[in-house]
C-alpha cells in the first residue's frame, strides 16, 4: 500500500502543471511525434496478408477470434493502410484502382467522370486554382494507370505520399460536393447543429479527419461504386455483420470495419 | 497566379516581395465598405512550409494597423479555425482572404479577445503552435 503511494505521488509531481513550460506546445509535439511514429512503422497501403494473420493477432481475444474465423472462408487476404485518419479513402482508392486494372472499361468510365467532376466542383463555388490541381493529379494516375496498369504501379502510386496524398484530398471534395448537392436529405443526419456546408468544412475537407457513414455513403452514390463494409467488434452474435453501400449496387470492394480502422480485404 | 489575377475586392498581393520569396507572401487589404473597419488598410502575411498545401499556411496580420477584433490578438494573430484544425488543402490563398474579410465584416463592436494580454504574453511567434479553441461562429 505504502509503496504505491508514493508512486502515485511522485507521479503527480511529475505531471504537475509547470505555468513556465507552454502546454500547447508540449501536447502539440506530442501529438505530432505520435503521428510521427505511425508514418515511420506502417505503409499508407501495405502488402498482401494472408487472412490468418488476423487470427494471430486475436489469438487472446475469443469474441475477434471468433468472429475473424466466420470471415475466413469468405476471405483469403487482407491488406493494411495506416490509420491516420484517411485509412478508408486510402484503402477504398487502391481497392477501387486495383478493381480496375482488371476492368479497364471501368477504369474508362471512371477517367470520364473525373474529367467532368472539375466543371462541376468550379461551378460548386470550389476555390479553381487548387481544384484543378488535385484533379489534373488525379487525371495522371488514371492515364498512367491505362497505359502501363499493373498492381505493382497501384502499390507504388499510393505510397507516394506526394501523390496519394492529391488522390485523398480529391476525394474528399467530391464527398463534400456530393453531400452539399443533397443537402437536404443529409442535413437530417448531421450532428450537433451544423449546417451540410459547415460538417464538409469541419469533417470532409479537412486531410486527416475519419471518414463516419456519411462519407462512405456520398463516395459510393458520387462514384457508383459498390463498397461492402465487413464490420468485426464487439457487437452481439458470433458473426460480422456486413452493409453494402449503396445498397442496391453489387461490391466490388470490402474492407474490414474494426472501430476506427478501416483495411482492404480480398475474396477468397 | 491566381490571386493576381482576380483577387477579392480590396486585396493586393505585394509582389515585388513575393518574388523574391516565393515561400513569404504580403497580402495587402482594405475593410470592406459599409463595415466597421471602412478605409482602413491591413497587411497580412503568409508563410508556406515545404509541406503546403498538405499544412496549412502560417498566416498573421503584421504593420501598424492590427485590426481591433474579438478573434485578432494585438500581436497579429488570428483566431480562425481554417488556418489550423479546419484547414484543407484544396483552401487557397484567395479563398483564405475572403474568409478574413468575411470575418471582419461581420464584426458588431471593436475589441480585443478577452484574453488577449495573457495570450500576447505567453504564446509562441508562430500561431500554429497554439491549440485554439474555436467557439464562435457569429463575429
Same mark, same amino acid.
Given at each position: ?21 507552454? &502546454? ?8 505530432? &511525434? ?167 468544412? &469541419? ?66 | ?139
Amino acid at each position: 500500500m505504502e509503496n504505491n503511494q508514493t508512486a502515485d505521488s511522485e507521479e503527480t509531481k511529475s505531471c504537475e502543471y509547470d505555468p513556465n513550460v507552454n &502546454q500547447d506546445e508540449l501536447i502539440m509535439a506530442q501529438e505530432k &511525434q505520435i503521428a510521427e511514429e505511425i508514418k515511420a512503422n506502417i505503409a499508407m497501403v501495405g502488402e498482401l496478408d494472408d487472412l490468418s494473420s488476423l487470427e494471430r493477432e486475436y489469438s487472446n481475444d475469443p469474441v475477434y477470434f471468433s468472429k475473424v474465423a466466420t470471415l475466413l472462408p469468405k476471405f483469403s487476404n487482407v491488406r493494411r493502410t495506416r490509420p491516420d485518419g484517411n485509412c478508408f479513402l486510402r484503402g477504398f482508392i487502391f481497392a477501387y484502382l486495383e478493381y480496375c486494372i482488371y476492368h479497364r472499361e471501368e477504369l474508362t468510365r471512371f477517367k470520364q467522370y473525373l474529367e467532368a467532376s472539375k466543371e462541376e466542383l468550379f461551378e460548386m463555388g470550389f476555390p479553381k486554382f487548387t481544384t484543378e490541381d488535385f484533379n489534373d493529379m488525379f487525371m495522371e494516375v488514371v492515364t498512367d494507370l491505362e497505359g502501363s496498369g499493373s498492381i505493382d504501379r497501384v502499390e507504388a502510386i499510393i505510397n507516394d505520399a506526394g501523390t496519394s496524398d492529391y488522390l485523398v484530398v480529391y476525394l474528399r471534395l467530391l464527398i463534400s460536393a456530393h453531400l452539399q448537392k443533397n443537402a437536404e436529405f443529409f442535413s437530417f443526419f448531421i450532428e450537433g447543429g451544423r449546417t451540410v456546408g459547415e460538417f464538409c468544412k &469541419q469533417e470532409v475537407e479537412p486531410m486527416y479527419r475519419e471518414c463516419d457513414h456519411l462519407h462512405i455513403v456520398a463516395l459510393t452514390a458520387a462514384l457508383g461504386v459498390g463498397v461492402r463494409v465487413m464490420y468485426l467488434d464487439r457487437g452481439e452474435g458470433s458473426s460480422v455483420v456486413s452493409h453494402d453501400f449503396p445498397e442496391d449496387k453489387d461490391p466490388v470492394i470490402h474492407l474490414l470495419y474494426r472501430p476506427g480502422h478501416y483495411d482492404i480485404l480480398y475474396k477468397a | 497566379m491566381s490571386l493576381l489575377k482576380e483577387p477579392p475586392p480590396g486585396v493586393t498581393v505585394d509582389v515585388d516581395q513575393a518574388h523574391t520569396k516565393l515561400t513569404e507572401w504580403v497580402v495587402h487589404m482594405e475593410g470592406a465598405p459599409g463595415t466597421l473597419y471602412e478605409g482602413e488598410k491591413f497587411q497580412l502575411q503568409f508563410k508556406f512550409s515545404p509541406k503546403y498545401p498538405f499544412d496549412s499556411p502560417e498566416v498573421i496580420f503584421v504593420g501598424e494597423n492590427i485590426p481591433i477584433h474579438p478573434h485578432i490578438y494585438s500581436n497579429g494573430h488570428i483566431c480562425l479555425s481554417i488556418l489550423t484544425e479546419d484547414w484543407s488543402p484544396a483552401l487557397s490563398v484567395q479563398a483564405i482572404c475572403l474568409s478574413i474579410i468575411s470575418m471582419l465584416s461581420s464584426c458588431k463592436e471593436k475589441k480585443r479577445p478577452p484574453d488577449n494580454s495573457y495570450y500576447v504574453k505567453t504564446c509562441s511567434a508562430n500561431p500554429k503552435k497554439t491549440k485554439w479553441w474555436y467557439h464562435d461562429d457569429t463575429v
